[in-house]
């Protein structure tokens, strides 16, 4: 049981299943009032987001993103913070991967790789740590800070584009062209073969191997280390948690750094791995994203990544529509919009009735006393 009220696998499956159906009803009766035909959309979405090779690969290029803000705010989660930054924080991740691949002499792509992930995760933790250290030791809360820091990195991002980062007698705010040894290879590049070509033109890449490594690394780092235990114990119970030894003060630093780093490691693969520099809104909403992908996989790795593929599937989906209906691909932001209001701000309206249900079934009648 997970809290005495339901089974675990009813918590992690059920509830959201029942959230995610009643978000697919209500999606389908505003397509319907604006006159389209919600089986048709259906279809099409199905067919442009897993229905070829193109589709998954954009699908799965979108999931990684996901896949990294997603992880990023769940770790928060566990310590009971609400990490609004992963925004920000994926801009100053694409900040240092766009310095690695520009002033270091990589060999190869491997070695461009490692380096520009590290780089990556140094910067977007480095970000982070400010409204870590002003909750830790000023109490600030750490979303007014963390949405504020959104905006800095705007602006620093902003700053650096159209000044010291641009390309010299070019209108465009963005670096120059990696060097070829830094450019990730592409689904493409690694699933074709001879005149069959996979995933063609699709920018999914290598990094989804990395993001789901880091899914891995995630799950053992909260469920099988000490570190993990203190920071679920913290998020649990900070009272409980002090009174065992564990320090607020370490556990709000490492947690954010931690949240930060994965983050800003997003840009390995729209930065190095897509674009193959550094532009203008190249995060595109995936840090905000991110805040859906962890509730809706209740913040478990596991969840994160089959919450990213859904949202992955949502965004090809809806450029789908876009193109070939007259449904405007502001509709996927309204799915989106009621994905996230049935599994985050309704989630009680869902789930209390499937507890009465548990609670029910789960009741014995007592014996009769013989006498």
Known sequence: MSDGKMPKWADVTLIPLISLLLAAFFSAL?????GESPWDALKLMV??????TYGWGYTLYYATNFIFTGLAVSIAFHARMFNIGGEGQAMIGGLGVALACLYIPWP??????????VAAALFGAAWAAIPAF??????????ITTIMFNFIAAAVLNFLLIGALKVRGS??????????ATHLPSFQDMFSFGENALFRGAPANVAFFVAIAACIALWALIWRTRLGY??????HSETAAKYAGISPTKIIMISMLISGGLAGMMAINNVQGEAERLVLNAVEGAGFIGIAVALMGRSHPFGVFLAAILFGFLYQGGAELALWTS???EMIVVIQA???LFTGALDDMVRAPIERLFLAMGRKPKREEVV
């Open 30 to 34: 505003v397509i319907w009032a604006i």
């Open 47 to 52: 067919d442009g987001a897993i229905g070829s």
């Open 108 to 117: 190869h792509w491997t070695i461009a790789l490692l380096g520009a992930s």
């Open 134 to 143: 002003l909750q830790a030791k000023r109490g600030s809360h750490i979303v």
């Open 171 to 180: 209108m465009e705010p963005a670096t120059a062209k990696f060097p070829e």
């Open 230 to 235: 203190e920071i679920r114990a913290f998020g």
């Open 327 to 329: 449904i405007p691909r």
């Open 338 to 340: 009621l994905v996230i």
